[in-house]
């Protein structure tokens, strides 16, 4: 399918012109192999400005990839992890976090796809009952599979909830450049300083052409993750390229350009359907993200020339993306269409 203009999702995006310069940079002459090279050297520096000079980094191919390098350093293959019904680990990822690291999955149901310590404590019922999985792992998604983001306040309680419990917090951080760039902090300090155990940090999401990073606050958590990574096949030999783009994406704040960017549009978008009577927001708009629901009709006639994803068939319910080259004119023009559907 040829995509003119498409609202489906930020990864039907390009890449960034920095970012490709800089995949063009890393290419002149050659470059030792897995990550013994001084482009990954420097893009670990560039992460630990943000992170913490204490995190390990691993970059990886997709975001996939470092859920599941995330869940296996975090727990066993008897144990569980605790996440939304919507969390992309139980929704999206084609059951690979309880195929390839044996534990499963306990999901919540959630509303604005977000956990509450509530919701971790009805699964702490049965611990030590050796019939029974054993929760190791709160994952939670920022910003969530719905497009709403923890406030710092409640990262840092569900923090404390879980190591009270003697659980650790997994944060899938795919959008977590939008969740920043929403909340107006840094990187670091929405995530590993709220006391987040272990991040998924994604960067194809928001301009990269691909490459996600899994960042352990906690070293001791994490040293077997090197054997982790190569183990569930995320090791690239040509490291060089990943971590290129990392550096380009962290110099001069290339991330958060992108992501206040792709914010700004969510929001445009936003207040311009918002004004059509038959269109209804469904989900506060606090990154990137908007979902709304529509008459069916209005929803076949956009399905026509649009491409985007219908969230919930039942409630007409759609999610419409925006991205880091999202433009006023696209924007505006879709909001025209959308009225224009509704008539």
């Not at 690979?96 to 690291?101: L, Q």
């Not at 077997?224 to 001069?252: P, V, Y």
Request: hydrophobic share 40%; glycine share 8%.
């Amino acid at each position: 399918m040829k995509l003119d203009t498409t609202f489906g999702s930020d990864n039907h995006s390009g890449v960034h012109p920095k970012v490709l310069e800089a995949i063009a940079e890393a290419n002149a002459g050659p470059a030792v192999a897995y990550g013994l090279d001084p482009f990954t050297e420097a893009a670990i520096a560039r992460f630990r400005e943000h992170f913490g000079g204490n995190a390990d980094v691993y970059m990886a191919f997709n975001g996939t990839g470092a859920n599941v390098i995330s869940i296996a350093t975090l727990a066993r293959p008897h144990q569980a992890v605790i996440c939304s019904k919507h969390a992309h680990i139980n929704a999206d990822e084609c059951g690979a976090p309880e195929s390839v690291t044996g534990c499963k999955l306990l999901a919540v149901h959630t509303t604005d796809g977000k956990l509450t310590c509530d919701d971790v404590a009805r699964h702490l019922r049965g611990r030590l009952d050796q019939h029974r999985v054993q929760p190791a792992v709160v994952s939670i998604t920022q910003a969530s599979e719905l497009g709403t983001v923890y406030d710092p306040g409640e990262v840092k309680a569900l923090a404390a909830f879980c190591h009270k419990n003697h659980l650790y917090l997994h944060m899938d951080g795919a959008r977590l450049c939008n969740a920043a760039a929403s909340l107006g902090q840094g990187l670091g300090e929405i995530s590993g300083g709220l006391g987040v155990d272990i991040l998924s940090f994604g960067g194809t999401k928001n301009g990269l052409l691909l490459g996600e990073a899994v960042v352990c606050f906690r070293p001791e958590l994490s040293r077997d993750t090197i054997f982790i990574r190569k183990q569930k096949m995320q090791l690239a030999s040509k490291m060089r390229f990943l971590a290129a783009q990392f550096s380009a994406f962290f110099a001069g704040d290339l991330w958060l350009e992108n992501a206040r960017h792709a914010n700004r549009m969510a929001r445009r978008l936003a207040e311009k359907v918002g004004t059509i009577p038959q269109v209804k927001i469904i989900q506060p708009v606090q990154a990137n993200a908007v979902f709304a629901s529509l008459p069916r009709p209005a929803l076949d006639k956009l399905l026509e020339k649009y491409f985007f994803y219908t969230w919930d068939e039942d409630r007409n319910e759609v999610r419409w993306m925006c991205s880091w080259n999202t433009t006023e004119k696209q924007v505006d023009d879709f909001a025209s269409a959308i009225a224009a559907s509704c008539r």
